[in-house]
């Protein structure tokens, strides 16, 4: 055996080592969601569980799961795109125009999300009261996109710091505007960007629990990460299974969508995150 494959086999042994590592809770939580209840509870360990839709069964006929999905579906991917639409053009000014405050602005930007969301949570609560939106999934939406609104700013801005000046003077020499040079040249060059910030202020959302359990009293806007707290109390005490068929429908769309875009998402965090 030669030095070259000796140096690939410890790398496939390591790289083996580490993916098992971080799959085991994955694996752990699978387990959990297809055995019967009493095997879970019970205090003697069991290494080899008997298989059951027990739980499945149970969140999807006694609980209207998908309801709950669909909350989670909308109110995510509606908060992502309003926080696209509003924080590219924000990014760009901040990134290519000269006006006083310009630099303080920005750090006041971001500064909001180091805030205690308990700080905020009473006037939020009082402001969609009086507006009727309590109980609703455009609130949810709203809330996610005012919390994860700074972050996805600052990110695409500090992509398009990197983005040579002389791409816009080239444009502008041939007439091009402001509009036409963002959507036609910035937008494309700070794309890996704009996902990664899309992909951090996802989970993010997905993440939320404070506001989403302030905004949503009822089923009726209920998300998945609210509808987690149904098993985990009553007469019933915890039930673990259920929490790990929820908690799985909750991160498989998640886990399909990363992998799905790794490649940008990958690019994305490597590229003139530490700039600005």
């Avoid at 699978?30 to 008997?50: D, G, H, L, N, Q």
């Avoid at 309801?67 to 579906?73: D, H, K, Q």
């Avoid at 040079?181 to 996802?202: D, H, K, M, N, Q």
């Amino acid at each position: 055996m030669n030095e070259k494959t000796s140096t690939l086999i410890v790398r496939y042994l390591i790289l083996g080592s580490w993916a098992i590592f971080c799959l085991l809770p994955i694996l752990w939580f699978v387990s959990i969601a297809i055995r019967p209840r009493v095997e879970i509870i019970t205090p003697t360990p069991i290494y080899f569980p008997t298989f059951s839709l027990e739980a499945w069964k149970m969140v999807w006929n006694d609980w209207p799961m998908l309801n709950y999905l669909r909350n989670s579906v909308v109110s995510i991917f509606g908060s992502v795109v309003i926080d696209l639409v509003l924080a590219i053009p924000a990014a760009y000014a901040l990134a290519r125009f000269n006006f006083r405050g310009r630099d303080d602005i920005a750090f006041y930007i971001l500064s909001t999300r180091m805030m205690a969301p308990a700080i905020v949570a009473v006037p939020i609560f009082f402001l969609f009261k009086n507006l009727g939106l309590l109980d609703s999934v455009w609130a949810l939406m709203l809330v996610y996109a005012a919390i994860n609104l700074s972050i996805v700013t600052w990110i695409i801005r500090s992509y398009m710091l990197d983005v040579p000046k002389e791409l816009e003077d080239a444009a502008r020499t041939d007439g091009a505007g402001d509009f036409r040079i963002l959507f036609e040249i910035i937008i494309p060059a700070v794309l890996p960007g704009i996902i990664t910030a899309s992909v951090i202020a996802l989970i993010f959302a997905i993440n939320e629990f404070l506001f989403t359990l302030l905004i949503a009293s009822t089923p009726r806007a209920y998300t998945m990460s609210v509808a987690l707290a149904n098993f985990t109390g009553g007469s019933d005490g915890v039930i673990y299974n259920a929490i790990a068929v929820v908690s799985l429908v909750a991160f498989i769309p998640v886990f399909l969508v990363v992998l799905l875009i790794q490649n940008h998402l990958s690019r994305g965090l490597t590229m003139g995150a530490v700039k600005g």
